[in-house]
């Protein structure tokens, strides 16, 4: 048996992305026929992204003796719902990593990290497939690019005292994250139309937004004199 640290630190440093959880379980390495045999299962408890939580995730590693790589695949469960699959590889003789993500409901509190310029809160279920890809000795050599369906989701803009609800398909490119002619709802019911992108590094970092809201009518302010007593209604 070994450590499972050891698989964890071969899994590189993602920018501005963190992960929690109580993890548990055990790695086997032994030879057959002078072959070497890798395999290891984990599970991690109240996982979380940002600090936000994805439910509990089971995994299980591999080594792939003849493309010279560990072969992961993964499931994360909230209650008795499936709500992301995970399946992929780690190489470290190519130095490389590439895992596919398919959501399934999986919660999206995590994106409100990203969205902390303007939004203090984003919630929703995501549903769409993701390809992560990259590096291992690079730090923050990491990107994604896939597309997600948002269900119910919620977010509040802070500095303005609003709520805007949404259902929509968000895109990512290796440093874009695309919203386009996305509808949303303000807490009266009052429609309008979201069209923009938020460019980044590549690893989520030195954020740039660019948003265009085409609206009537709609609730874009709601704040006291005591949220700010220069500027408020």
């Known amino acids: 048996q070994i450590d499972l640290g050891y698989i964890i630190n071969m899994i590189p440093t993602l920018g501005d992305v963190s992960f929690g959880g ?23 408890k109240d996982g979380n992204i940002n600090q936000a939580p994805v439910g ?6 591999v080594w792939d003796k003849d493309n010279q790589e560990i072969d992961l695949t993964g ?25 596919f993500y398919n959501a399934q409901g999986l ?3 995590f994106i409100t990290r990203y969205m ?35 269900k119910d989701g919620n ?6 005292g609003t709520h805007f609800t949404f259902s929509a398909s968000i895109y990512l490119t290796e440093k874009v994250i695309k919203l386009p ?16 992108e938020v460019t980044h590094d590549g690893t989520f970092q030195d954020l740039h937004y660019r948003i265009l809201i085409t609206c009537e009518d709609l609730l874009a302010m709601n704040t006291l004199i005591s949220d700010n007593d220069f500027f408020f209604g």
């Open 155 to 160: 977010m509040r803009v802070a500095m303005l």
């Open 75 to 99: 499931i994360a469960v909230e209650g008795k719902d499936t709500i992301a699959l995970v399946d992929g590889y780690i190489a470290p003789l190519r130095d490389s990593i590439e895992l």
């Open 22 to 44: 109580e993890a548990t379980g055990e790695a086997h390495l032994y030879s057959v026929l002078n072959q070497p045999i890798f395999e290891a299962n984990v599970f991690l």
């Open 56 to 61: 509990d995730v089971y995994a299980n590693a």
């Open 116 to 150: 902390s310029e303007f939004a203090d809160h984003v919630s929703g279920k995501g549903y769409g497939k993701v390809r992560m890809y990259g590096t291992l000795k690079t730090p923050n050599d990491v990107h994604f690019e896939g597309s997600a369906l948002v």
């Open 181 to 196: 002619q996305i509808p949303v709802n303000d807490a009266e019911g009052n429609r309008a139309l979201l069209d923009g």
């Open 107 to 109: 919660s999206l509190g």
